[in-house]
């Protein structure tokens, strides 16, 4: 098969994995020094698919043959999809023409497992080894961990990329047993915890070997299963916790022709993915809990975000003054980031924040209006219901297809 024919198969095989964002690599470039490729403190830059999964990076799979028959993946076992395999120096060659030519700024692999886990991760390692050490390569890598590889091959792999991910794809032990049965909970998350020992390790110890600098990351699959939104972000809050995760992401399950019965004919709306990811992110940055979002079990509000869903709920604490507040409340008021959070912090130092001056920090002002007081400004009605507010700060709803099943096609 041509090295052509092998990429369109292989990277489109990729594209289900979301987890491959490139934010928290180290500074590092080729200026003065041996070899070629670059990162930078804030990360490599993204481009976007038109369904908007993330393809920033050279981002394939070393194969799609697949010794497992996980029934939400289109390269399992029993799929009847076209099959290819790359092999090492052909990786390599790749990821090299590509960033010379400018197309790429690193390269994330994965891989369908092959012989077994231990050769396949093998496989893997021996690509971002080539890299570093042949071609003297100080882009970017991030590599798909195989939990069942021996230790051994795991810290190799963590000598070589930035960053590491292990897959937990299902958000309970009991959706992994009944989609993926050849896939263990405990096996992947020994493999994470394994990682986070190294990583604390390193933290520990400055002066021992480099080690995946970019930490690592997981994903879960939205909609392959009964899980809802509580189920899921409980189990990323546990994740984050237990193994310190950079990230969470969070992947649409997207049914492909002749799917087994055991998952959906349908796809989730891509809204829930969204609104997962504003969840993950004010559980991450702005010290909400899970409880705090989804106190009873059930999915995100679709027509709201959650950040505006839980101060709608939570009507004691508004309006809030911003004048007098915290600044990790007057984070938690709709409309207000963190950054304008902290200047209005400072800003009231100097004197008292008024109306004006959430405008001119372009503040949405439809969004903050019934949930603040500052020096000059009151809403008319602090007792409006919550639901006329929802009403009226909702987005706007969307026109619903005829046929539905010929728009899928």
Not at 7 to 35: F, M, N, Q
Not at 251 to 263: D, G, Q
Request: proline share 7%; with cysteine.
């Amino acid at each position: 098969m041509e090295l052509t024919d092998k990429l369109e198969i292989l990277a489109d095989a990729a594209k289900y994995d979301a987890s491959c964002a490139s934010s928290g690599a180290p500074k590092r470039h080729s200026i003065g020094k041996d070899g070629f490729g670059a990162t930078t403190g804030m990360g490599i830059c993204h481009s976007y698919t038109p369904d908007g999964r993330c393809v920033s990076l050279l981002k394939v799979l070393l194969t799609n043959y697949c010794l497992y028959d996980c029934q939400y993946c289109v390269n399992r076992r029993s799929s009847n999809v076209p099959r290819a395999r790359f092999s090492v120096a052909e990786v390599v060659k790749l990821t090299t023409d590509f960033y010379l030519r400018n197309y790429i700024d690193g390269l994330f692999l994965s891989s369908g497992i092959i012989r077994s886990a231990d050769y396949t991760m093998e496989q893997l390692v021996q690509v971002a080894r080539e890299l570093r050490e042949v071609h003297q390569f100080r882009g970017y890598i991030h590599l798909k961990t195989i939990p069942d590889a021996d230790p051994a091959l795991i810290a190799a792999a963590g000598r070589y990329a930035d960053r590491l991910s292990v897959n937990i794809e299902l958000p309970t032990q009991d959706s992994v047993q009944k989609l993926a049965p050849e896939k263990s909970v405990h096996t992947i998350k020994l493999a994470m915890g394994a990682i986070r020992l190294r990583l604390d390790e390193k933290a520990g110890e400055p002066k021992a070997p480099r080690f995946a600098p970019a930490g690592q990351s997981t994903q879960m699959i939205v909609g392959a299963d009964a899980s809802d939104d509580q189920q899921i972000l409980s189990t990323a809050e546990t994740l984050y916790g237990s193994y310190k995760l950079k990230r969470v992401y969070y992947s649409a399950f997207s049914p492909i022709p002749n799917s087994p019965k055991s998952v959906p004919l349908a796809p989730p709306p891509m809204l829930r993915e969204h609104r997962l990811y504003q969840a993950d992110f004010l559980l991450r940055s702005y010290g909400f809990q899970v409880g705090e979002l989804l106190p009873a079990a059930g999915n995100l509000a679709l027509d709201i975000d959650p950040k505006l869903a839980w101060a709608l709920a939570h009507r004691e604490h508004f309006p809030m003054d911003l004048n007098r507040a915290e600044p990790h409340m007057i984070a938690r008021v709709p409309g207000i980031g963190l950054r304008n959070a902290q200047r209005l912090a400072d800003l009231r130092r100097l004197r008292q924040i008024r109306y004006a001056d959430l405008s001119r920090l372009r503040c949405s002002m439809k969004k903050i209006a019934p949930f603040i007081i500052t020096a000059d400004y009151r809403p008319a009605s602090d007792t409006t219901p919550s639901e006329h507010l929802r009403r009226a700060m909702a987005d706007a709803p969307q026109q619903m297809n005829l046929w539905p099943e010929l728009q899928a096609a």
